[in-house]
């Protein structure tokens, strides 16, 4: 089975110096890519490979331009991998899996640098440290994470918010484990009141309504303000005395946004990684979840950005993965199986619940919170789909 580990590093100068290149000229040329098969599709109504524009490239492009001579600088399996990555992302859109590709902005830091195994050697692990191909051996924030006895694939180097993180695909033997303790399953129910509802009467609180969030979500926004007004002063100033050094303080201040952007990130990702381990630590012989239309959701102004801060579709990708590892029967119920409306005792539907009404009240005398009768019913649910 393959597993990959993210783990952050501590470069040295000249590897961040190395890094950076690598980045930089990957986000060029998937931009790059990106615009040349919008200029064909236009002209030709045609989509260029990226096996085709890679052969382009390297024996048209780059020799009939001399000044592009810096793309050969790094790996060239870098290169080839953005171009990769922007082909996977159009027949993504193809498919209607996704949106159009959009160009990669520098601030967002949002490339990675693709580092082949090309020998042996490379790729090595050990306890505090790692050797990735170009840069040599970089020191580990965190030791013994990594399996020092894996056999490494491939690697990626990734930059945000003024850390380095190093990504690792690894090849290992995983024993399913099948050993459940108890017969019963659990049905769990998603909202924005709370995170998640479970039908043995857990209940997951919403991360984003506690003080920790909100104080880093109030001071984010006087940090983006100050970014804004930094904006503004250099449109202001005279750029030839003072505009070298705004510049300057406009990039610390974006690494300031980052970084609380960052935080909030790992403040939702730790939630969701522990209530994943709490559901699977009940040992149920099934878990059953509603196939949730996160894209309709969006469309709805008023909730769309709770919704997003959400995360239910990482919720369910970490769900599925740790219900493999664990031995459980992950359940999916379409989305349109009425869990809210139906009565957990006699199966009546109320058509006319609305979504104020937090408290289900049937004909034959049933009374009980609206999210908890809805995990009730996906527990109970006949109809289903296995993930």
């Known amino acids: 089975m393959k597993k990959a580990y993210k783990i952050e590093i501590k470069p040295t100068k000249e590897q961040i110096i190395k890094i950076h290149q690598t980045i930089g000229v990957s986000r060029f040329i998937y931009n790059f890519y990106m615009a040349h098969n919008k200029e064909v599709y236009e002209k030709e109504k045609r989509f260029v490979s990226g096996m085709d524009f890679s052969k382009w490239l390297n024996n048209e492009y780059i020799p009939n331009n ?7 600088e790094v790996s060239s399996k870098a290169t080839k991998q953005a171009i990769m990555n922007g082909e996977k992302a159009f027949k993504r859109f193809f498919k209607g899996e996704s949106g159009f590709p959009k160009f990669k902005k520098k601030k967002n830091k949002n490339v990675k640098a693709y580092f082949p195994k090309n020998n042996k050697t490379d790729w090595t692990i050990e306890r505090h440290r790692v050797k990735v191909p170009t840069l040599g051996f970089v020191r580990l924030k965190e030791f013994g994470y990594i399996p020092v006895n894996s056999t490494v694939k491939s690697g990626t180097v990734s930059q945000k918010a003024d850390r380095y993180y190093v990504s690792i695909l690894v090849e290992e033997d995983v024993n399913y484990s099948n050993s459940n303790q108890y017969y019963k399953g659990i049905g769990i129910d998603l909202g924005l009141k709370d995170f ?7 209940t997951k609180k919403n991360i984003n309504k506690t003080k920790t969030v909100k104080k880093v979500e109030k001071k984010l926004k006087r940090e983006q303000r100050k970014l804004s ?50 559901f699977i630590k009940q040992k149920p012989s099934f878990i059953t979840i509603e196939d949730l239309a996160i894209s309709n959701m969006m469309k709805n102004r008023h909730l769309s950005k709770a919704v997003a801060q959400q995360k239910f579709y990482e919720f369910r990708t970490k769900l599925e993965y740790k219900c493999k590892l664990n031995g459980v029967e992950l359940r999916i119920v379409d989305r349109f199986y009425p869990s809210s409306k139906l009565c957990s005792c006699c199966g009546n539907i109320k058509k006319d619940l609305k979504l104020s009404d937090r408290v289900y009240k049937c004909e034959c005398g049933n009374v009980m919170d609206r999210d908890f009768q809805a ?10 789909k296995i993930a």
């Open 66 to 72: 001399p000044d592009k001579d810096w793309i050969k």
């Open 196 to 202: 998640a509802i479970c039908s043995n009467g857990l």
């Open 229 to 278: 007004r930094k904006y503004e002063s250099l449109k202001l100033r005279n750029k030839k005395e003072k505009g070298e050094a705004t510049r300057q303080n406009i990039q610390k201040q974006i690494v300031e946004v980052q970084k609380l952007h960052q935080r909030l990130t790992n403040i939702r990702t730790d939630y969701i990684n522990k209530t994943v381990n709490e």
């Open 375 to 384: 995990s009730v019913n996906l527990r109970n649910a006949k109809i289903y």
